[in-house]
């Protein structure tokens, strides 16, 4: 099975920040990648799929981009209520895996 | 409204069965592929089982192939999930999830195995 790796696991950055996260595939799915957002007790919110086309609703300071094996998720500006675990799914075939996620926090 | 409700979680015993169902509304249900999707306390997300739009094709995660079994009615626009043999680590809040480019998800329904 493909597996997905998050990095890093947890990160701290200041409002305004630009803040990078990265998703890698064991092997290569293409563009079949998505992120999702997940605040603390609520459920998961799709951002991202096809590896770089934004959900409707999204802000623009979100962003991915990658294909292939490597993928990245992009905050242009962070905000407060951007803090959430952010996690990246792989969707071209079944496991239909999720990364371990990656914590984000305000500095 | 374009919404998905999960129901039929609760306390089930180890080695005990549980079925949970999920509700479509909103949407033309019978068009999608739909996943579950569970979340144990303070872990991850974890890709249960899919099937697809006319249940020609269903899939299931190692750590449940053989005790669950996912299912849909397009009549009713609703999917299941029967799961069997349940086991502690089982524990989880359990998402129903419609196509990932799609994006949409209930609120989950949570499952706690313990005796």
């Known amino acids: 099975d493909i597996q997905m790796t998050q990095s890093p696991s947890s990160l701290s950055a200041s409002v305004g920040d630009r803040v990078t996260i990265t998703c890698r595939a064991s092997?290569?799915?293409?563009?079949?990648l998505a992120w999702y957002q997940q605040k603390p007790g609520k459920v998961p919110k799709l951002l991202i799929y096809?590896?770089?086309t934004l959900q409707s609703g999204v802000p623009s300071r979100f962003s991915g981009s990658g294909s292939g094996t490597d993928f990245t998720l992009t905050i242009s500006s962070l905000q407060p209520e951007d803090v959430a675990t952010y996690y990246c799914?792989?969707?071209?075939?079944?496991?239909?895996?999720f990364g371990q996620g990656t914590k984000l926090e305000i500095k | 409204e374009v919404q998905l409700v999960e129901s039929g979680g609760g306390l089930v015993k180890p080695g005990g069965s549980l079925r949970l169902s999920c509700a479509a509304s909103?949407?033309?249900?019978?068009?999608?592929?739909m996943n579950w999707v569970r979340q144990a306390p303070g872990k991850g997300l974890e890709w249960v089982s899919s099937?697809?739009?006319?249940?020609?094709?269903?899939y299931y995660a190692d750590s449940v192939k053989g005790r669950f079994t996912i299912s849909r009615d397009n009549a009713k626009n609703s999917l299941y999930l029967q799961m069997n043999s349940l086991r502690a680590e089982d524990t989880a809040v359990y998402y129903c999830?419609?196509?990932?480019?799609?994006?949409?998800w209930g609120r989950g329904t949570l499952v706690t195995v313990s005796s």
């Open positions: 099937i697809s739009s006319s249940s020609s094709y269903i």
């Open positions: 799914q792989k969707y071209n075939s079944v496991p239909y895996s």
């Open positions: 909103g949407f033309t249900f019978s068009s999608y592929s």
């Open positions: 092997q290569g799915i293409s563009n079949y």
């Open positions: 999830a419609s196509h990932v480019a799609q994006g949409l």
């Open positions: 096809a590896a770089s």
